[in-house]
Protein backbone atom coordinates (compact mmCIF):
# COMPACT_ATOMS: atom_id res chain seq x y z
CA UNK A 1 0.00 0.00 0.00
CA UNK A 2 1.38 3.22 -1.09
CA UNK A 3 1.55 6.72 1.56
CA UNK A 4 0.16 9.92 0.76
CA UNK A 5 2.83 11.86 -0.49
CA UNK A 6 2.22 14.67 2.60
CA UNK A 7 2.16 11.85 5.78
CA UNK A 8 5.29 10.52 3.83
CA UNK A 9 7.36 14.00 4.50
CA UNK A 10 6.24 13.73 7.77
CA UNK A 11 7.60 10.03 8.65
CA UNK A 12 10.95 11.04 6.65
CA UNK A 13 11.55 14.36 8.79
CA UNK A 14 10.37 11.96 12.43
CA UNK A 15 12.52 9.20 10.97
CA UNK A 16 15.45 12.01 10.35
CA UNK A 17 14.80 13.50 13.74
CA UNK A 18 15.53 10.33 15.56
CA UNK A 19 12.01 10.23 16.63
CA UNK A 20 11.09 7.06 14.82
CA UNK A 21 13.33 4.31 13.88
CA UNK A 22 13.42 4.05 10.09
CA UNK A 23 11.59 1.06 8.52
CA UNK A 24 13.36 -1.22 6.31
CA UNK A 25 11.60 -0.51 2.54
CA UNK A 26 11.72 -3.27 0.23
CA UNK A 27 13.01 -1.36 -3.64
CA UNK A 28 9.58 -1.64 -5.95
CA UNK A 29 9.89 -3.95 -8.35
CA UNK A 30 9.45 -1.95 -11.87
CA UNK A 31 7.02 -4.21 -14.37
CA UNK A 32 9.04 -5.74 -17.20
CA UNK A 33 8.85 -3.42 -20.37
CA UNK A 34 9.98 -4.48 -23.58
CA UNK A 35 9.57 -2.90 -27.44
CA UNK A 36 6.25 -3.30 -29.07
CA UNK A 37 6.64 -5.40 -32.51
CA UNK A 38 5.08 -5.19 -35.38
CA UNK A 39 4.43 -8.69 -36.22
CA UNK A 40 1.81 -8.59 -39.07
CA UNK A 41 4.60 -9.57 -41.56
CA UNK A 42 6.73 -11.55 -39.36
CA UNK A 43 7.17 -15.49 -40.83
CA UNK A 44 8.94 -18.31 -39.49
CA UNK A 45 11.13 -19.13 -36.32
CA UNK A 46 10.86 -16.80 -33.88
CA UNK A 47 13.71 -14.83 -32.38
CA UNK A 48 14.18 -13.79 -28.64
CA UNK A 49 13.28 -10.41 -29.16
CA UNK A 50 9.69 -11.66 -30.83
CA UNK A 51 9.14 -13.87 -28.32
CA UNK A 52 9.80 -11.30 -25.38
CA UNK A 53 7.32 -8.82 -27.12
CA UNK A 54 4.37 -11.26 -27.66
CA UNK A 55 5.13 -13.06 -23.45
CA UNK A 56 5.26 -9.07 -22.23
CA UNK A 57 3.07 -7.48 -24.22
CA UNK A 58 0.35 -10.07 -25.56
CA UNK A 59 0.43 -12.55 -22.09
CA UNK A 60 1.78 -15.36 -24.95
CA UNK A 61 3.69 -17.14 -21.19
CA UNK A 62 2.81 -16.66 -17.88
CA UNK A 63 4.99 -16.44 -15.58
CA UNK A 64 7.92 -15.21 -18.38
CA UNK A 65 11.87 -15.39 -17.56
CA UNK A 66 13.36 -12.45 -19.67
CA UNK A 67 16.60 -14.06 -19.70
CA UNK A 68 18.07 -17.66 -19.89
CA UNK A 69 18.26 -18.35 -15.92
CA UNK A 70 21.29 -20.55 -15.38
CA UNK A 71 21.54 -20.46 -11.63
CA UNK A 72 18.94 -19.10 -8.86
CA UNK A 73 18.66 -18.92 -4.45
CA UNK A 74 19.49 -22.60 -4.99
CA UNK A 75 22.53 -22.90 -7.23
CA UNK A 76 23.41 -24.00 -10.37
CA UNK A 77 20.02 -25.38 -12.04
CA UNK A 78 18.95 -26.53 -15.44
CA UNK A 79 18.28 -23.54 -17.61
CA UNK A 80 15.03 -22.14 -18.19
CA UNK A 81 13.64 -18.76 -19.76
CA UNK A 82 13.88 -16.99 -22.77
CA UNK A 83 16.64 -17.80 -25.21
CA UNK A 84 18.15 -16.88 -28.74
CA UNK A 85 15.22 -18.47 -30.61
CA UNK A 86 12.96 -20.52 -28.27
CA UNK A 87 12.08 -20.40 -24.34
CA UNK A 88 13.06 -23.15 -22.26
CA UNK A 89 10.30 -24.12 -19.54
CA UNK A 90 10.36 -25.40 -16.16
CA UNK A 91 9.01 -28.57 -15.17
CA UNK A 92 5.72 -28.70 -12.36
CA UNK A 93 5.77 -30.77 -9.18
CA UNK A 94 2.91 -33.01 -9.87
CA UNK A 95 3.47 -36.32 -12.08
CA UNK A 96 0.79 -39.23 -12.98
CA UNK A 97 1.86 -42.58 -14.45
CA UNK A 98 -0.43 -45.12 -15.40
CA UNK A 99 -0.47 -48.42 -13.15
CA UNK A 100 0.42 -52.02 -14.76
CA UNK A 101 -3.09 -53.69 -14.32
CA UNK A 102 -3.58 -57.31 -15.54
CA UNK A 103 -6.98 -59.53 -16.55
CA UNK A 104 -7.92 -62.88 -14.89
CA UNK A 105 -5.08 -65.13 -16.26
CA UNK A 106 -2.01 -62.36 -15.09
CA UNK A 107 -1.41 -61.43 -18.20
CA UNK A 108 -0.67 -57.16 -18.41
CA UNK A 109 -3.60 -55.49 -19.80
CA UNK A 110 -2.57 -52.99 -22.70
CA UNK A 111 -3.04 -49.61 -22.91
CA UNK A 112 -6.43 -48.69 -24.93
CA UNK A 113 -6.59 -44.89 -26.30
CA UNK A 114 -9.67 -45.58 -27.26
CA UNK A 115 -10.59 -46.73 -23.54
CA UNK A 116 -8.55 -43.90 -21.87
CA UNK A 117 -11.61 -43.87 -19.05
CA UNK A 118 -10.31 -47.60 -17.59
CA UNK A 119 -6.85 -46.76 -17.37
CA UNK A 120 -5.90 -46.81 -13.67
CA UNK A 121 -3.41 -43.97 -12.72
CA UNK A 122 -0.31 -43.43 -9.86
CA UNK A 123 -0.79 -39.22 -9.02
CA UNK A 124 2.94 -38.45 -7.55
CA UNK A 125 2.75 -34.78 -5.81
CA UNK A 126 6.46 -33.71 -4.39
CA UNK A 127 7.18 -30.73 -1.97
CA UNK A 128 8.85 -27.55 -3.52
CA UNK A 129 9.90 -26.42 -0.05
CA UNK A 130 11.86 -29.83 0.34
CA UNK A 131 15.49 -28.88 -0.27
CA UNK A 132 16.70 -30.83 -3.37
CA UNK A 133 13.20 -32.33 -4.63
CA UNK A 134 13.48 -34.88 -7.69
CA UNK A 135 12.06 -37.38 -9.34
CA UNK A 136 13.88 -40.87 -9.89
CA UNK A 137 12.87 -41.69 -13.45
CA UNK A 138 13.63 -45.49 -13.71
CA UNK A 139 14.45 -47.15 -16.89
CA UNK A 140 11.57 -47.44 -18.98
CA UNK A 141 9.50 -45.68 -17.22
CA UNK A 142 6.89 -43.34 -18.84
CA UNK A 143 5.21 -40.25 -16.41
CA UNK A 144 2.99 -37.37 -17.30
CA UNK A 145 4.49 -34.08 -15.90
CA UNK A 146 3.62 -30.36 -16.75
CA UNK A 147 4.91 -26.59 -17.22
CA UNK A 148 4.51 -23.99 -14.53
CA UNK A 149 3.93 -21.78 -17.44
CA UNK A 150 0.89 -21.17 -18.82
CA UNK A 151 0.59 -20.37 -22.49
CA UNK A 152 -2.01 -18.22 -24.67
CA UNK A 153 -1.11 -18.90 -28.51
CA UNK A 154 -1.42 -16.23 -30.32
CA UNK A 155 -4.00 -16.76 -33.58
CA UNK A 156 -1.20 -17.21 -36.48
CA UNK A 157 1.91 -18.84 -33.90
CA UNK A 158 2.56 -22.70 -33.78
CA UNK A 159 4.73 -23.88 -31.28
CA UNK A 160 6.79 -27.03 -31.02
CA UNK A 161 8.87 -28.62 -28.33
CA UNK A 162 12.31 -30.21 -28.38
CA UNK A 163 14.19 -32.06 -25.67
CA UNK A 164 16.63 -30.62 -23.20
CA UNK A 165 20.30 -31.02 -24.44
CA UNK A 166 21.24 -32.11 -20.85
CA UNK A 167 18.34 -34.40 -20.02
CA UNK A 168 18.53 -36.41 -23.92
CA UNK A 169 22.16 -36.78 -23.04
CA UNK A 170 20.97 -39.38 -19.69
CA UNK A 171 18.59 -41.31 -21.93
CA UNK A 172 15.63 -38.53 -21.04
CA UNK A 173 12.89 -37.90 -23.91
CA UNK A 174 10.55 -34.92 -23.36
CA UNK A 175 7.47 -35.55 -25.90
CA UNK A 176 4.78 -32.41 -26.84
CA UNK A 177 2.03 -32.36 -29.42
CA UNK A 178 2.18 -29.38 -30.60
CA UNK A 179 0.55 -25.77 -29.30
CA UNK A 180 -1.89 -24.93 -31.82
CA UNK A 181 -2.40 -20.93 -32.84
CA UNK A 182 -5.23 -20.24 -30.40
CA UNK A 183 -4.61 -22.71 -27.57
CA UNK A 184 -4.11 -21.90 -24.20
CA UNK A 185 -3.18 -23.59 -21.32
CA UNK A 186 0.09 -25.35 -19.00
CA UNK A 187 1.34 -28.05 -20.90
CA UNK A 188 0.91 -32.25 -19.84
CA UNK A 189 4.23 -33.20 -20.68
CA UNK A 190 5.71 -37.09 -22.08
CA UNK A 191 8.52 -37.79 -19.89
CA UNK A 192 9.83 -41.23 -20.89
CA UNK A 193 13.78 -42.95 -19.43
CA UNK A 194 14.90 -44.29 -22.44
CA UNK A 195 18.43 -45.24 -20.94
CA UNK A 196 19.74 -48.22 -18.82
CA UNK A 197 19.97 -45.94 -15.27
CA UNK A 198 17.86 -44.28 -13.21
CA UNK A 199 17.60 -40.59 -13.80
CA UNK A 200 16.95 -37.61 -11.52
CA UNK A 201 14.54 -35.20 -12.84
CA UNK A 202 14.15 -31.56 -11.19
CA UNK A 203 10.88 -30.05 -10.73
CA UNK A 204 10.92 -26.09 -10.88
CA UNK A 205 14.05 -26.03 -12.92
CA UNK A 206 14.35 -26.87 -16.63
CA UNK A 207 12.73 -29.58 -18.76
CA UNK A 208 12.34 -29.01 -22.51
CA UNK A 209 12.32 -26.02 -25.24
CA UNK A 210 9.44 -24.55 -26.96
CA UNK A 211 9.68 -23.15 -30.44
CA UNK A 212 7.58 -20.27 -32.12
CA UNK A 213 6.61 -20.27 -35.63
CA UNK A 214 4.21 -17.85 -36.67
CA UNK A 215 2.40 -18.31 -40.34
CA UNK A 216 -0.52 -16.60 -42.20
CA UNK A 217 -3.53 -16.38 -41.30
CA UNK A 218 -5.19 -19.64 -39.92
CA UNK A 219 -9.00 -20.23 -41.13
CA UNK A 220 -9.87 -22.39 -38.13
CA UNK A 221 -7.70 -22.12 -34.94
CA UNK A 222 -7.92 -24.58 -31.60
CA UNK A 223 -10.19 -22.25 -30.29
CA UNK A 224 -12.36 -22.22 -32.72
CA UNK A 225 -12.88 -26.04 -32.75
CA UNK A 226 -13.15 -25.69 -29.19
CA UNK A 227 -10.78 -28.15 -29.01
CA UNK A 228 -10.92 -30.68 -25.65
CA UNK A 229 -7.32 -29.75 -24.02
CA UNK A 230 -8.30 -26.00 -24.29
CA UNK A 231 -7.69 -24.13 -21.24
CA UNK A 232 -5.98 -27.26 -19.18
CA UNK A 233 -4.49 -27.15 -15.92
CA UNK A 234 -1.41 -29.28 -14.17
CA UNK A 235 -1.39 -33.23 -15.91
CA UNK A 236 -3.94 -33.54 -17.82
CA UNK A 237 -4.75 -37.44 -18.81
CA UNK A 238 -5.60 -38.59 -22.33
CA UNK A 239 -9.21 -38.06 -23.93
CA UNK A 240 -10.95 -38.98 -26.96
Given amino acids: MSTDPVMQEVIDSLEEAGVLKKAKRRPVKKPLSVPEIDMSNVRGLLSDKEIMHLAVNCGMIRPFRPKNVK ?3 RGRVLSYGVSCAGYDVTLGYSFKAPKITRDEDG ?3 PLDPKKTN ?3 WNVIDLDPKKPDVHYILQPGEHILGHTVERFAMPENVLSIC ?3 STYARLGVIINVTPLEPGW ?3 VTLEIHNSGICPVKIYPGEGICQFLFLATNEIGETYADKKGKYQNQTGVVLPKI
Fill in 107 to 109: NII
Fill in 71 to 73: ADH
Fill in 184 to 186: KGE
Fill in 118 to 120: SIN
Fill in 162 to 164: LGK
